[in-house]
């Protein structure tokens, strides 16, 4: 029996620790912004249609209109001396993470739009005698426009390499115990203090076609009702299967009853099919309800950013109060928390000791 640990893990001198998360951009103003959605909106991954397309789509309709309206929302989060809160939420957590993982490793931050940039990174940690890097995309949920994305974005900056160093990638985390636990113990006293009727789970949206391009069987995914009841072979990989699945675990941590609690998805760009509920139809229906106090957790992102502060904070607060509702809360991100610090440390060694049993099996 073979017994031995991949070699990312294993071995002396320094490891490496990449923590991948989507992007920002430079600052809250329109050039930025029309920087930073050409890198982002130009990704294959991102708007999977064909290049003349998703050229015209982008130069034509998004780019001359959307930079403008995206700054003014950037505006409202931007921190006057650290910027970005994905990014100095992102920097804060590889500080904690750093104290925790010891000296034999290197802990680094990289976006996969803006900066700091992937290869930038990789190449400094190259650089800082790192030849072996552990991977882990900040995305609880994998979706091919984020994980994979991030993870071809690493593998293509390595393969620029001449040595090309051994990575090893943690597999998606959406019910991990630890991070059910970090945010768990970030969300309680949230909703121990906004006394809240009804919790709602928003998680981002994907267009459905690039939910059924995940599932290999071509059958399973958005098929039927319960299509996300259950993780299975067939929608393993399914985005959104992954994001019910959070929400019945945290649900189960946070000891809420079956009828106080329900998921949607926010965030949904262009006029394709989403996937659904959709989370701005959902607050009105809570309201027409009289539901009262609720209680969002954005279980899609581990760092607060535009789409948890200003989608949901500020404008879903508006609207909800403007459609008769009483009170909603944004549970803040697991930002750099020491349950999300601690939680991170645990997903690590978890994945290497899984990665060791499948050579040792």
Known sequence: MLRTRPACYNGAGMKGLLLVNLGTPAAPNTRALRR?????????RVLDMNRVGRFMLLELIILPFRPRKSAEAYRKVWDDERGSPLLYHGLDLVDAVQARMGNDW?????????????????????????????????FPQMASSSTGSALQAVQEAANEMWNVPPLCTVAPFYDHPAFVRAFTAVGR??????DADYVLFSFHGLPERQVR??????????ASEGCCDRI?????????????????????????????WSVAFQS????????????????????????????????????????TLEEIGIRGRESYAAAGGAELTLVPSLNASD??????????????????KGIEE
């Not at 930073?36 to 294959?44: E, H, T």
């Not at 931050?109 to 790192?130: K, N």
């Not at 989370?279 to 899609?300: Q, S, T, Y």
């Not at 999300?340 to 060791?356: C, M």
Request: hydrophobic share 45%.
């Open 213 to 222: 391009k995940s599932d290999d069987s071509g059958a399973h995914c958005l």
């Open 268 to 307: 949904r760009l262009g006029r394709v099919p989403w996937i659904r509920p959709y989370f701005d139809e959902v607050l009105l229906e809570l309201a027409a309800r009289k539901v009262g106090r609720v209680a969002v957790f954005c279980p899609a992102f581990v760092a607060d950013c535009l789409e």
């Open 232 to 260: 299975g072979p067939a929608n393993r990989n399914c985005y959104r299967a992954q994001c019910y699945a959070t929400a019945r675990a945290l649900a189960a941590e946070l000891e809420l009853a079956d009828d106080s």
């Open 106 to 138: 290197q802990v680094e931050l990289a976006m996969r739009y803006g900066q700091p940039s992937i290869p930038v990174v990789m190449q400094r940690m190259r650089e800082a005698g790192i030849d072996r890097i552990v991977v882990l995309p900040l």
């Open 189 to 194: 006293p949230v909703l121990a203090e906004s």
């Open 36 to 44: 930073y959605l050409r890198q982002f909106l130009g990704d294959p």
């Open 339 to 356: 349950a999300w610090a601690d939680a991170v440390v645990e997903i690590v060694r978890d994945s290497g000791k899984a990665l060791s």
